[in-house]
């Protein structure tokens, strides 16, 4: 976890592709990444690909993550 540029924090689970979240606060950046750990498990814990700005290329979802 670290603070970017702009006060967000920001964290990573490296384990998992496109495993990546923010928040105002530490709280809010935990609850999103949990919420997206759960999005990653769900397309089947692949390691799926994304772009640039962290939208999921995979054909199961496309989602942002």
């Given at each position: 976890?670290?603070?970017d540029?702009?006060?967000f924090f920001v964290g990573s689970v490296p384990e998992l592709a496109c495993?990546?979240?923010q928040g105002a606060t530490r709280?809010?950046?935990l609850d999103n990444l949990r919420e997206v750990v759960a999005l990653c498990l769900e397309v089947g814990?692949?390691?799926v690909a994304c772009d640039a700005s962290?939208?999921?290329l995979c054909d199961e979802c496309g989602?942002?993550?």
């Open positions: 976890m670290e603070r540029e702009d006060g495993c990546h979240a709280q809010e950046m814990g692949e390691m962290g939208v999921c989602a942002d993550l």
